[in-house]
């Protein structure tokens, strides 16, 4: 695995938790996995004191030679290797510097020139986003003539289609070390600039994506973010196996951020109504076992669905609820949920920052888990609240399609509930309906079984992915 941020280590977004995670499956599915991250300044140092330093050596950054110290660190039963050079990674945060394309095209150099020098040869180069993306390129355009490279596969993983790496032209030569015979449609050209997810999808050997649908909807125009047509010529290489999440980590039985613990596979178990009321009296919300909590934990930004709540915001707070909202984002967001929650107090409590602890608290406290995105590959948040006992309202759309079924009250099937297109009364007429959902015991009383009985750990999905490094290596 080369990424660029995994948890426990380094977070950005849902790419740490899966990079985290997924290698844990795949051990437990027979497999040894090593993971190779920068070594960045937001690093605890705590975490890295027992790293041992294994390799020094020299990249080449096209005119420039840089330095690359590699250390070794184990981590619950994970080898992660950190590349090392300050003049990159020896600033705060991980992305957004105006020299990210040279910064990623080094970890990218850095981390096929570290490989060989570990005593361990893998079978697979399995990358992630576009901070990767250009492993499989310099694999086969810089190393297809070293011997120890030889039958050496390259997965690469979309996370996020919108988020590709595009630079200017003068990367060819001035970054990656390569000529024209690889500035093409059909190589890393993309309307006259370079684009390094690109090189990836036309260079891996495969390539997946991170849920089924969302791998059918980004070879379509709407979806595609200009790349639709590289990935329909891709189509038969490209599968989407949707994420997991920790069930060690994120256990509701053990977890220690909540007030109280219960099983979230027992519908009955008290601790559920237990951390809803210890979450109403944190948040200073009226303590109320018949009012529903509708929470929402995201970053406060377009694609989440935040514009479709603040068009009928002011409509959703005359329901019977209490609306609970933690993340931070876009200022205009921001402002939206501040004066609504300064103007209705008593129903809505909103919290503009990220909080590990109190976000577990409000999946393990709410009722119904708010997620209208406008597109998402596959999502965790939903995934997170179906394992804290929370039913999760959705956009149908990428993985939300793929991992929440709707309730239907004729047959009792359904662990959740969505809407289909992107509008605001069509998403406020899907609360209102699992509000009264709510207010129905045996209604409700079925639908909290039906969380109960969902299964969102890795098993299933790493076995996916055995299955496929198991086909690569066979050709």
Same mark, same amino acid.
């Given at each position: 695995?080369?990424?660029?941020?995994?948890?426990?280590?380094?977070?950005?977004?849902?790419?740490?938790?899966?990079?985290?995670?997924?290698?844990?499956?795949?051990?437990?599915?027979?497999?040894?996995?090593?993971?190779?991250?920068?070594?960045?300044?937001?690093?605890?140092? %705590?975490?890295? +004191?027992? +790293?041992?330093?294994?390799?020094?050596? &020299?990249?080449?950054?096209?005119?420039?030679?840089?330095?690359?110290?590699?250390?070794?660190?184990?981590?619950?039963?994970?080898?992660?290797?950190?590349?090392?050079?300050?003049?990159?990674?020896?600033?705060?945060?991980?992305?957004? @510097?105006?020299?990210?394309?040279?910064?990623?095209?080094?970890?990218?150099?850095?981390?096929?020139? #570290?490989?060989?020098?570990?005593?361990?040869?893998?079978?697979?180069?399995?990358? *992630?986003?576009?901070?990767?993306?250009?492993?499989?390129?310099?694999?086969?355009?810089?190393?297809?003539?070293?011997?120890?490279? #030889?039958?050496?596969?390259?997965?690469?993983?979309?996370?996020?289609?919108?988020?590709?790496?595009?630079?200017?032209?003068?990367?060819?030569?001035?970054?990656?070390?390569?000529?024209?015979?690889?500035?093409?449609?059909?190589?890393?050209?993309?309307?006259?600039?370079?684009?390094?997810?690109?090189?990836?999808?036309?260079?891996?050997?495969?390539?997946?994506?991170?849920?089924?649908?969302?791998?059918?909807?980004?070879? &379509?125009?709407?979806?595609?973010?200009?790349?639709?047509?590289?990935?329909?010529?891709?189509?038969?290489?490209?599968?989407?196996?949707?994420?997991?999440?920790?069930?060690?980590?994120?256990?509701?039985?053990?977890?220690?951020?909540?007030?109280?613990?219960?099983?979230?596979?027992?519908?009955?178990?008290?601790?559920?109504?237990?951390?809803?009321?210890?979450?109403?009296?944190?948040?200073?919300?009226?303590? !109320?076992?018949?009012?529903?909590?509708?929470?929402?934990? &995201?970053?406060?930004?377009?694609?989440?669905?935040?514009?479709?709540?603040? *068009?009928?915001?002011?409509?959703?707070?005359?329901?019977?609820?209490?609306?609970?909202?933690?993340?931070?984002?876009?200022?205009?967001?921001?402002?939206?949920? !501040?004066?609504? #929650?300064?103007?209705?107090?008593?129903?809505?409590?909103?919290?503009?920052?990220?909080?590990?602890?109190? +976000?577990?608290?409000?999946?393990?406290?709410?009722?119904?888990?708010?997620?209208?995105?406008?597109?998402?590959?596959?999502?965790?948040?939903?995934?997170?609240?179906?394992? @804290?006992?929370?039913?999760?309202?959705?956009?149908?759309?990428?993985?939300?399609?793929?991992?929440?079924?709707?309730? %239907?009250?004729?047959?009792?099937?359904?662990?959740?509930?969505?809407?289909?297109?992107?509008? +605001?009364?069509?998403?406020?007429?899907?609360?209102?309906?699992?509000?009264?959902?709510?207010?129905?015991?045996? *209604?409700?009383?079925?639908?909290?079984?039906?969380?109960? #009985?969902?299964?969102?750990?890795?098993?299933?999905?790493?076995?996916? @992915?055995?299955?496929?490094?198991?086909?690569?290596?066979?050709?």
């Amino acid at each position: 695995m080369i990424a660029a941020e995994a948890v426990p280590f380094v977070k950005s977004g849902g790419l740490a938790d899966v990079v985290g995670s997924l290698p844990k499956a795949l051990v437990a599915g027979g497999a040894d996995v090593r993971v190779v991250l920068p070594k960045y300044e937001d690093i605890p140092a %705590n975490l890295l +004191a027992s +790293a041992e330093p294994v390799a020094e050596f &020299t990249v080449q950054v096209g005119w420039r030679r840089q330095y690359c110290g590699v250390s070794r660190l184990s981590h619950e039963g994970i080898t992660y290797y950190f590349l090392d050079n300050e003049f990159y990674f020896k600033r705060p945060g991980l992305y957004g @510097y105006g020299d990210d394309g040279e910064r990623f095209a080094y970890f990218c150099q850095a981390a096929l020139e #570290a490989i060989p020098r570990l005593g361990w040869k893998p079978d697979v180069l399995h990358c *992630h986003d576009w901070h990767t993306a250009l492993v499989p390129v310099f694999l086969r355009a810089h190393y297809g003539w070293n011997d120890f490279y #030889a039958g050496v596969r390259s997965v690469f993983t979309i996370h996020n289609l919108k988020y590709q790496g595009v630079f200017g032209y003068g990367a060819m030569r001035d970054l990656l070390n390569l000529g024209d015979e690889h500035f093409h449609a059909n190589a890393l050209e993309f309307y006259g600039n370079v684009n390094y997810m690109k090189g990836a999808l036309n260079y891996s050997d495969f390539l997946t994506t991170v849920s089924p649908t969302y791998a059918q909807e980004i070879q &379509t125009p709407h979806y595609g973010e200009g790349l639709d047509g590289t990935l329909r010529h891709r189509r038969d290489a490209l599968l989407g196996i949707v994420n997991g999440i920790d069930y060690d980590a994120l256990d509701p039985s053990t977890d220690p951020y909540l007030p109280a613990h219960y099983r979230s596979s027992a519908t009955d178990d008290p601790g559920k109504a237990a951390n809803k009321a210890a979450l109403q009296r944190e948040l200073g919300l009226p303590v !109320r076992a018949d009012a529903p909590i509708v929470s929402l934990v &995201t970053r406060l930004v377009e694609q989440k669905g935040i514009d479709l709540i603040s *068009h009928v915001l002011e409509e959703l707070l005359r329901e019977e609820l209490q609306l609970v909202v933690l993340g931070a984002g876009e200022s205009r967001y921001e402002k939206l949920f !501040r004066d609504a #929650a300064y103007h209705h107090p008593e129903r809505m409590s909103t919290n503009l920052k990220f909080d590990e602890g109190l +976000a577990r608290r409000i999946y393990a406290g709410s009722d119904l888990f708010l997620m209208p995105s406008k597109f998402e590959p596959c999502g965790i948040g939903q995934m997170i609240a179906i394992r @804290y006992g929370t039913a999760p309202i959705v956009r149908e759309t990428g993985g939300l399609v793929d991992t929440v079924k709707p309730y %239907n009250r004729y047959t009792g099937e359904g662990h959740g509930f969505s809407f289909t297109h992107y509008n +605001a009364h069509e998403m406020l007429d899907t609360i209102r309906y699992a509000l009264g959902m709510y207010r129905d015991e045996a *209604h409700w009383s079925a639908i909290r079984s039906n969380v109960a #009985a969902q299964d969102f750990s890795w098993t299933a999905s790493a076995k996916q @992915y055995l299955e496929l490094y198991d086909k690569l290596i066979s050709k």
